[in-house]
């Protein structure tokens, strides 16, 4: 008797191995089938779709995509939303609505809601969850609800190189700088200098980056050491399974 149970659990355990890897394989297929590129942009008519971008499987909410502009080899993550206009079906106009430059990269999750222009310059990251919109409720008039009063808009624009932390709110009429670090959580409103670090909810700043001074206040931490020159893409994966302690830090150190 326990000679046969052995075999029956031995035969569950493949079929669900088998099961396992059947249903994962499927999945790799359908990310890979349901993707978005300029190469095939499936239901999409997007104002363009530069080389090398990549839209995840399965998409978020998009509709306006032909006023939605995507530059060269951007990164959009599965999830992501992103929508041109107040609905479905309306006609925006000559003009581009929403525009991503080249090599910009939305987190997982992440909210683009335009109505009026937003421009997102080149080499953004966001993290998970962002939320950047040119619209908000208004609540003028205090005796109809707030859903069903006419809202507000204003441009957004967020500068070439920036990092948006993961869950932080753009709001309309925000215009950030270059290389601006908006930290987990922000929500950003009004103008923000060229490199400067913003935090908090209204979002304020808190580190700025002066030619002569460096940043103000200083780093509590020291830069990162940098991949030497020369090294190839080869040696970095070799360097990554490099086995850790003194000898692959010194090799690290050396630029072996």
Known sequence: MPTNQNVFSTLVAWRRRTASRAVHRGARWLREAGAVTAERPGPYRFRRI??????????????GDPWIELGDHCIIAQDVTLTAGMMPGLD??????????NGVVLG???????DTL????????????????????SYDDPHTPVGKQWPRSA???????????????ILPGARLGRNVVAAAGAVVRGEVPDHAVVAGAPAKVVRTWDREAGWQPPLR??????????????ELVAL?????????TAAVADGE
């Open 50 to 63: 530069g080389a090398g971008t990549r839209l995840a499987f399965p998409q978020g909410t998009i509709f």
């Open 92 to 101: 925006l106009g000559p003009e581009p609505v929403v525009r991503l430059g």
């Open 108 to 114: 997982r999750g992440s909210h683009v809601v335009a």
């Open 118 to 137: 937003l421009t997102i310059g080149d080499d953004c990251f966001f993290g998970p969850g962002v939320y950047v919109t040119t619209t908000n409720h």
């Open 155 to 169: 441009p957004v624009e967020i500068g070439a190189g920036s990092w948006i932390g993961t869950g932080a709110v």
């Open 221 to 234: 931490t020291p830069p990162p050491v940098p991949v030497p020159e020369g090294v190839t893409a080869d």
């Open 240 to 248: 990554a399974e490099w086995p850790t302690g003194p000898a692959g």
